[in-house]
């Protein structure tokens, strides 16, 4: 019997030699220290030719759970196809964060039935709302994540036996209408990638209603961020067939991460829509893809501290579409700023748009046609205040209206 592979200190020599093989793309760092004191490595794979603030930022983590290998595996699996020629153009769109072994010392002790980390905390209550993480791993990483507010966040992990395929765990966000079907999307995405790449797929992505308390459960929360625990086979295929679906998987997903879907302007992974649905959405607001992350944070926060509802009014009248901003008086957390989109009739014309009770400079929102209908995109540049907030875009249509509502 051999150990399972890559053992810890397979990866600590992996991450130096791969951040030494491609000095400028690939650096290593150490976040912190485990409860047994092991270093837990970080490589950021990035092309310093794009600035940091033009591009989104996703994290991937393996080894959450001590006695799952294929997730260490499939993590320092992507950062090596990273650093081949074919895939470098990822790292001119997007930083990406590998910390391929979370739990140094579940790893290094190969324990099963003991998440977290070795001192036997479940990863699913690491990190509670409104409190610190509560292990010496969850602090390293939560260190991470707030320094840089990733985008989406994958953690890797492995099943053993009993199962032909992969799977994903998915974590909804505060927006759960919004958040559900399209993770679900996702989901199918991938897994149609792995059937095309010869790996049949039998898992079934699972979601968790209630919020966990595991990484991808806070940020997905916390942070509006797209996550996925991804399930890997393991004892199915060997470890190398495993880390090649694995690596299927988390290549389509950073694609996707380089889109314009899902209602988005900018490319990224489907985590703009922060509230609300195409008809009256709630997105973060700044001209970097590093000043929308920490507005996304914030709008994020104000929501939890006390937005009762957020959305378009449901009848437009008199032509006005009006998106409802209700702000409590618990709210503490403003955004600087914000940005909202509305669809309307495509046969409408934008006349004004008001915020609050001023009109907003024509320069502050543009209407472009959508299959959907005509999308209307306001950037305000201003915070909300307790109590009502309101946007109201002003129309004209060519007909009249069969019911006045
Ligand atoms: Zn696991």
């Avoid at 690939?26 to 940091?52: M, V």
């Avoid at 499939?74 to 074919?86: I, T």
């Avoid at 009848?315 to 700023?337: H, M, N, S």
Wanted: net charge negative; charged share 20%.
């Amino acid at each position: 019997m051999t150990a399972p592979s890559p053992t810890y200190e397979d990866i600590m020599s992996e991450c130096l030699a791969l951040a030494g093989r491609a000095p400028g793309l690939a650096s290593f760092a150490e976040i912190g220290r485990s409860a047994e004191g092991r270093a837990i490595p970080l490589l950021t794979l990035s092309d310093p030719a794009i600035p940091a603030d033009e591009k989104n930022v996703v994290l991937v983590s393996g080894g959450t759970d001590g006695n799952e290998e294929v997730g260490r595996a499939c993590a320092l699996g992507l950062a090596r196809a990273l650093l081949e020629p074919q895939h470098r153009v990822h790292l001119q769109r997007q930083t990406v964060l590998i910390v391929p072994v979370t739990n140094p010392d579940g790893t290094a002790h190969d324990l099963p039935d003991v998440q977290g980390n070795g001192s036997g905390i479940p990863a699913p209550e690491v990190h509670k709302p409104g409190q610190p993480p509560a292990t010496a791993e969850g602090r390293a990483m939560r260190e991470l994540v707030e320094h840089w507010i990733p985008d989406a966040h994958f953690d890797f992990h492995g099943l053993a036996g009993g199962g032909m395929g992969d799977s994903a765990y998915l974590y909804p966000t505060v927006n759960e209408k919004w958040s559900i079907p399209v993770l679900y999307e996702v989901a199918r995405e991938i897994e149609a990638a792995g059937e095309r790449a010869g790996y049949p797929q039998e898992g079934r992505p699972r979601l968790w209603v209630n919020p966990r308390h595991n990484l991808p459960g806070w940020l997905a929360r916390q942070h509006s961020a797209f996550c996925m625990v991804l399930e890997g086979t393991e004892n199915y295929y060997p470890i190398e067939e495993s880390v090649r679906a694995g690596l299927v998987r988390l290549l389509r997903l950073l694609e996707i991460g380089e889109e314009t879907r899902f209602f988005q302007v900018h490319p990224n992974y489907p985590c703009d829509v922060v509230s609300g649905s195409r008809m009256g959405a709630l997105m973060p607001y700044g001209a970097t893809y590093g000043a929308r992350r920490a507005s996304r944070r914030a709008i994020s926060q104000m929501i939890l501290e006390g937005v009762p509802w957020f959305g378009r009014k449901p009848a437009d009248r008199g032509w006005v579409a009006e998106i409802a901003l209700p702000v409590e008086a618990t709210v503490k957390t403003f955004p600087q700023g914000l940005a909202f989109q509305a669809t309307l009739d495509r046969r409408a014309t934008v006349t004004q748009v008001f915020w609050q009770d001023h009109v907003l400079e024509a320069n502050l929102w543009k209407v472009w046609p959508t299959s959907a209908g005509l999308v209307v995109r306001a950037e305000v540049p201003e915070a909300p205040v307790h109590g009502e907030n309101a946007l109201r875009i002003r129309y004209e249509v060519p007909f009249k209206r069969h019911v006045e509502p």
